[in-house]
Structures are given as structure tokens and as C-alpha cells.
């Protein structure tokens, strides 16, 4: 027969392990560092770390001023665990005529070679990671299609 006491060690046992474990995913490690673009940081940058793990997690940044960033995860943790990531910078936005107020469009500034024809990786350690990423203006930059109701309106 249990006992009030007997209950109340197996909920303190309960506690313990939940405590112990974690809530059941990996540990993870704050990710964050620098983004130059030809010797000057990049301010305003948006940041992506995609796991090359199937189905691993990834995460997002902005750049401030200083071109300094800290990864965001999808997920309510801080940092990434480890793993290789493909690593993804740009500046641009397509506009928003939607949003209130409407969103003006911001031409990339960052070649295709670090975004979306990117060669960038990283490799996140079991540490706190500072991952810096100095890039270069060679290389033919995206710009994206005017929508299809712009053209049309532009004729």
C-alpha cells in the first residue's frame, strides 16, 4: 500500500529526473559573432543557420550596427546544438504593400554566393561559439522579379 510519504518521494523522484534530463531535446550553445562586408561591418543584415542534419534545427539573426549578430533558434532555447549549419547573409526585402505602414523594398547589398547560391558553413561546437563571417562584394547579387502586378502597372 502507498503511503502519503511513499507519494510524495515518487513525485520528488519525478521532479529529479524531469530536472536531470532536460525537456528531452540536445543541449544547445549560444551562436553569435561578426558579419563584414569588405573590411566594414554590416549593419542590418539578416542571418539564417540551416542544420544539414534532416530535420535539425536552424536558426535566425539581425545584424546590429556594429555588424554583430546572436542566432535566434526556432525553438524557445538558447543557441543551436551542434552540428554543421549552411550559413545564409542578405540585406534585401521585397516590398510589402500590405503591411501597415507599406514596406518599401531595400536592394541587396550582398552577393548570391552568401545567400541564396550560398557557400557559407559553420559548425557550431559544444562551447559558447563566436563565428565571425568576412565577405566580399565579388559576385553578382539577386535582385528579385518585379511582382507580376508591378510590371503590369509599370506598361
Request: aromatic residues 6%; negative net charge; charged residues 25%.
Amino acid at each position: 500500500m502507498c503511503g502519503p510519504s511513499a507519494i510524495r518521494y515518487s513525485i520528488a523522484g519525478i521532479g529529479l529526473t524531469v530536472m536531470l534530463t532536460g525537456c528531452g531535446g540536445p543541449a544547445t550553445y549560444p551562436v553569435g559573432g561578426t558579419v563584414t562586408l569588405d573590411g566594414k561591418p554590416l549593419p542590418q543584415a539578416s542571418i539564417s543557420f540551416i542544420s544539414e542534419a534532416e530535420d535539425g534545427p536552424s536558426g535566425f539573426g539581425t545584424t546590429n550596427d556594429q555588424g554583430q549578430y546572436t542566432i535566434e533558434p526556432d525553438d524557445d532555447v538558447d543557441g543551436l546544438p551542434v552540428g554543421k549549419y549552411k550559413v545564409r547573409i542578405w540585406t534585401g526585402r521585397e516590398s510589402n504593400p500590405d503591411d501597415d505602414p507599406p514596406q518599401a523594398a531595400i536592394p541587396e547589398t550582398v552577393p548570391m554566393k552568401y545567400n541564396t547560391a550560398t557557400t557559407l558553413t559553420a559548425e557550431v561546437k559544444a562551447e559558447p561559439n563566436a563565428i565571425p563571417f568576412v565577405l566580399d562584394s565579388k559576385g553578382q547579387i539577386y535582385v528579385p522579379r518585379e511582382p507580376r502586378r508591378e510590371r503590369e502597372a509599370n506598361k
